[in-house]
T-cell receptor, first 113, second 114 residues
Framework: DAGITQSPRHKVTETGTPVTLRCHQTENHRYMYWYRQDPGHGLRLIHYSYGVKDTDKGEVSDGYSVSRSKTEDFLLTLESATSSQTSVYFC????????????FGNGTRLTVT | AQSVTQLGSHVSVSEGALVLLRCNYSSSVPPYLFWYVQYPNQGLQLLLKYTTGATLVKGINGFEAEFKKSETSFHLTKPSAHMSDAAEYFCAVVGNSGYSTLTFGKGTMLLVSP
């Protein structure tokens, strides 16, 4: 799986609690992404990073923050989880921004009750 | 701006039949186009991509796709379906400006019956 590890793989949390998802890569790729996948919506980009401490918002960034203090780690934080954030979250990496394919982790299934 | 439309959320074929999954895109700059496949409980895997050059692109597992600029399409085909092809397929587009990120379609679930 292109050296991408997402943790945890499954998490159940309560509304209003903070949650952090971790993505770790061993490929030393510059670009890292967080997507969420929901039935009928495909994958939607939450945030991405183009280097250490360099991040930008995606299509559905409200309610999420990210941090990248090391090349290999990209963290996604839900400051106060809501039921609408119940989803499967995928981390992906790529060499370049446009014509390089994305390599995906196996996902984190998050349930907010 | 860019977007992807995949026609049909579900497509059913018999084993051995032709597979055709449709993808139309819009992009304000020349596009790069991708097809990804997702098996249950896994992340997405790249099937094939079009960047420049030959418009007929061959991918893994016998799949291919043709970039048709005049029709803004990038349909995915396979001559003969196999049971193992049952999965969800995503078309994706990115403009080649260097300033955009990948946009995915909503996916098409391919069902293969014996």
């Amino acid at each position: 799986d292109a050296g991408i590890t997402q943790s945890p793989r499954h998490k159940v949390t309560e509304t209003g609690t903070p949650v952090t998802l971790r993505c770790h890569q061993t490929e030393n790729h510059r670009y890292m992404y967080w997507y969420r996948q929901d039935p009928g919506h495909g994958l939607r980009l939450i945030h991405y990073s183009y280097g250490v401490k360099d991040t930008d918002k995606g299509e559905v960034s409200d309610g999420y923050s990210v941090s990248r203090s090391k090349t290999e780690d990209f963290l996604l934080t839900l400051e106060s989880a809501t039921s609408s954030q119940t989803s499967v979250y995928f981390c992906a990496i790529s060499v370049d921004r446009d014509n390089s394919p994305l390599h995906f982790g196996n996902g984190t299934r998050l349930t907010v009750t | 701006a860019q977007s992807v439309t995949q026609l049909g959320s579900h497509v059913s074929v018999s084993e051995g039949a032709l597979v055709l999954l449709r993808c139309n895109y819009s992009s304000s700059v020349p596009p790069y186009l991708f097809w990804y496949v997702q098996y249950p409980n896994q992340g997405l895997q790249l099937l094939l991509k079009y960047t420049t050059g030959a418009t007929l692109v061959k991918g893994i597992n016998g799949f291919e796709a043709e970039f048709k600029k005049s029709e803004t399409s990038f349909h995915l085909t396979k001559p003969s379906a196999h049971m193992s092809d049952a999965a969800e397929y995503f078309c994706a587009v990115v403009g080649n400006s260097g300033y955009s990120t990948l946009t995915f379609g909503k996916g098409t679930m391919l069902l293969v019956s014996p």
